[in-house]
Each structure stands twice: as structure tokens, then as C-alpha cells.
């Protein structure tokens, strides 16, 4: 599943963090890509551990905490401390696999990539290119999203960006870890959960809410991993 989460930023914390990102200084962005990636990789990134990484991360992470859709969706175990990227002057990611187990910085921990985000910081008028295309079941889906939306999508898709032609590209992105590994079973309960919200909404005494919601807990239960 694909999902678009718009409203994860306010316009006040998009400037804010592009404020902080313009002064920065950036690094090759194969610093974090695994040797296969590498090769396709053509872009700057942020420093894993700079303070503006931390700074801006730790706002991104206090509103997804906010943000009811993403939880639906993703069910989140762990997520990744946000990274940073940029991509200008006709850089782009040729296709690739993120890896499937990354090391979280500064700690013992790990986490598996079970879905990828990116977190667009610029809006889409100032930049030509920079669509992100994820070949799913039915083809190739390319996404470009005005600044503060989020698009959700299963870590184990081929992606790649095309060339930024003009302008400059910049994002998070990071990955989730969720409680529900299977990208199906997760879908599953999206839905009964988007299904269980109308149900809830239009007719709230109906007696199927109660039973369908038991329904849900009872999937999450058998199925999540804590
Ligand atoms: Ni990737």
C-alpha cells in the first residue's frame, strides 16, 4: 500500500525547518547507502547525529506521534530517526532496495525497514524532476507532494528519484518498523479501521461498531509483534 499523509508539517515548521537545512552544511548522500545503492545514489545529505538532523527530527517524530492516519496505516513499532536529503543540478537515485536492517545511531538498536517514508520540504513549483517512482503490484507510481506531506510506502519496493533538472529537492526520510510486518495483513486492518471510523461517525448506536472493533483488536492481537 501507498499512502499519502498531508498535513504532517504546518507551513510555520516547513519554513522552519528549511530555515535550518539552507544553513547546514551537506555531505555525499552515499554515506548512509548500502554498497549496492551506492552506485545509483546521487544526491547531499544531512550527517546522521547533526544537530539540525536531531533538531528537525525530533519535530517530525512529535507530530507523527499527533498523527491518527499515520498511526492507522503504519501501526508503528519503532521509527528511524529522521535523515535529511537534497538533490539539485540534475542528481537523482537510480533504482534500488533500501536495506532491510539498519543500525539506529548512537544506540544498541535496530530496526527493520518494514515501510519507507519521505517527507517533502519543498514545494512542488520550485523544483523540475525529483518525482519518486515505487514500482508496486501494479506498476510504477510516481509521487511529488506539496511541502509538509508525507507518502508511506512499503520498504520493500524498487524506488528510485528522477534527476532534479532545476531548482532543489529537499526532504526527510526515514523507515518504520511496524508492529505488523506483512504489508497485506497491515493493509487488512487499515481498512477494517477506516471501515470501523464510518461505521463509528454515520450511525455510532449501531451494534456492529462494538463487534467489528473486537474483530480488529483481536486481528492485531494474533498478528502484531512487539
Ligand atoms: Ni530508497
Not at 500500500?1 to 504546518?10: K, N
Not at 549496492?36 to 547525529?49: D, F, I, T, V
Not at 508511506?152 to 526520510?173: D, E, K, M, Q, W
Request: proline letters at 6%; a negative charge; hydrophobic letters at 40%.
Amino acid at each position: 500500500m501507498l499512502l499519502t499523509i498531508p498535513d504532517v508539517l504546518t507551513a510555520e515548521q516547513v519554513a522552519q525547518a528549511r530555515q535550518l537545512l539552507d544553513t547546514a552544511e551537506w555531505v555525499d548522500g552515499r554515506v548512509t547507502a548500502g554498497h549496492q545503492s551506492a552506485k545509483a545514489k546521487h544526491n547531499a545529505q544531512l550527517p546522521e547525529g547533526h544537530p539540525v538532523s536531531k533538531q528537525l527530527g525530533e519535530m517530525i517524530l512529535a507530530a507523527l506521534a499527533r498523527n491518527n492516519l499515520f498511526f492507522s496505516a503504519a501501526l508503528p513499532l519503532r521509527v528511524f530517526p529522521p535523515l535529511f536529503n537534497s538533490y539539485a543540478g540534475g542528481q537523482s537515485f537510480g533504482t534500488h532496495v533500501d536495506n532491510a536492517i539498519r543500525q539506529i545511531p548512537g544506540s544498541g538498536h535496530r530496526i527493520r525497514t518494514d515501510l519507507s517514508a519521505t517527507l517533502f520540504l519543498t514545494a512542488p513549483e520550485d523544483y523540475d524532476g525529483g518525482e519518486l517512482c515505487v514500482e508496486d503490484t501494479y506498476g510504477v507510481k510516481s509521487v511529488k507532494l506539496p511541502a509538509g506531506q508525507m507518502v508511506l510506502y512499503p520498504a520493500t519496493s524498487l524506488h528510485h528519484v528522477t534527476p532534479v533538472t532545476s531548482g532543489a529537492r529537499i526532504s526527510s526520510f526515514f523507515w518504520i518498523q511496524s508492529m505488523i510486518r506483512d504489508d497485506g495483513q497491515r493493509s487488512l486492518l487499515f481498512d477494517l479501521d477506516l471501515g470501523i471510523q464510518r461505521i463509528a461517525r454515520d450511525h455510532p448506536e449501531h451494534p456492529s461498531a462494538i463487534q467489528l472493533t473486537g474483530v480488529y483488536h483481536n486481528l492485531l492481537r494474533q498478528w502484531a509483534e512487539m
